[in-house]
């Protein structure tokens, strides 16, 4: 398997690490506020989505160089 038929999770720059950690805790903040209201399928799939997103964003902005 050659690297350009890879799938790449972590993004490999500071600017889509960012950008994917801003969507992650906003969609963390609107599917929590769903949930409060009661407990729903879809807002507890987008929590956990969102801090899967969350999770590769840091591990981008850990590992990736200033680019």
Do not use: K, N
């Not at 801090?51 to 981008?60: D, N, P, Q």
């Amino acid at each position: 398997m050659s690297s350009t038929d890879r799938w790449h999770v972590v993004p490999r720059s500071r600017v889509v690490s960012v950008c994917l950690l801003i969507a992650g805790v906003l969609t963390l903040i609107s599917s929590g506020s769903q949930l409060a209201d009661g407990v729903a399928a879809l807002p507890l799939v987008a929590a956990v989505l969102a801090v899967v997103v969350i999770g590769f964003s840091l591990v981008g902005l850990v590992r990736s160089p200033a680019r």
